[in-house]
């Protein structure tokens, strides 16, 4: 079983964001039959069977064993991965494209930057699953307080000096046999309430000192 599996499938992202079919993806971290999983959920076993034969379609669940039990054989499912990410890819028409209107400042450019980086690695993964090859990456992330919107101004100054220098101390794209990275650093305020938590007029809370641009 994966740690995360990246789902690229239109069908398959539809499949794993059904109620249902979320819930028995979970349950089935730990290995499960359709009369087990109906017993875990809740469902009629019809049911449950049912949506384990349109995740297994879609690749998201896989056959871990046959048991046999008299005259029948028990089938039993595990998840492919222990959790999922949806691609953009899955959402090519409307997924987010960092190339339009690029601003360091915005949010929603963050976030379409971070919407490319699932798509890119996912790609890799897919392609590394299929070799037998591991993907050659490297991740960093770090908490930091300031105690002011100057100080994070100065902080983030600071930090797109030091990643400049560092990137024109490195070969360009002309060398042969180089190969392209993508480098993403993104900086952005911790939310005091989990995701998805309201205050009761629809909209997050989030507290604190904002940068000057608007999202």
């Known amino acids: 079983m994966l740690d995360v599996a990246v ?8 499949a794993s964001l059904d109620p249902i079919r979320s819930r028995i993806l979970a349950a089935l971290v ?23 034969k349109e995740l297994e379609r879609h690749g998201l669940v896989e056959l ?7 005259n ?23 997924s987010p494209d960092p190339s339009r209107s690029p601003d360091q400042l915005s949010a929603r450019w963050l976030l379409a930057l971070g919407a490319r980086l699932v798509q890119e690695v996912g790609t890799l993964l897919a392609g590394a699953s299929r070799t037998r090859k ?4 490297f991740a960093l992330v770090a908490e930091v307080r300031f105690a002011s919107a100057a100080d994070r101004t100065a902080f983030a100054d600071q930090l797109a000096h030091a990643v400049a220098t560092l ?15 993508r480098v993403i650093i993104g900086l952005h305020q911790i ?11 629809g909209e997050v809370v989030v ?3 904002q940068r000057g641009r608007a999202a």
């Open 64 to 70: 871990a064993e046959e048991r046999r039990k008299g």
């Open 7 to 14: 789902i690229e499938e239109p069908a398959a992202a539809e």
């Open 134 to 137: 591991p993907v050659a990456s």
């Open 207 to 209: 507290q604190g000192p």
């Open 30 to 52: 730990e290995p499960g039959s359709a009369a087990m999983l109906a017993v875990r959920l809740g469902l009629p076993r019809q049911k449950a069977n049912y949506h384990l």
């Open 72 to 94: 029948v054989t028990e089938r039993v499912y595990r998840a492919t991965a222990a959790s999922y990410v949806i691609s953009p890819s899955a959402l090519a028409t409307i």
């Open 167 to 181: 990137v024109s101390r490195y070969p360009d794209e002309s060398v042969p046999g180089g190969r392209s990275h």
């Open 191 to 201: 939310p005091d309430t989990p995701p998805g938590a309201e205050d009761g007029r």
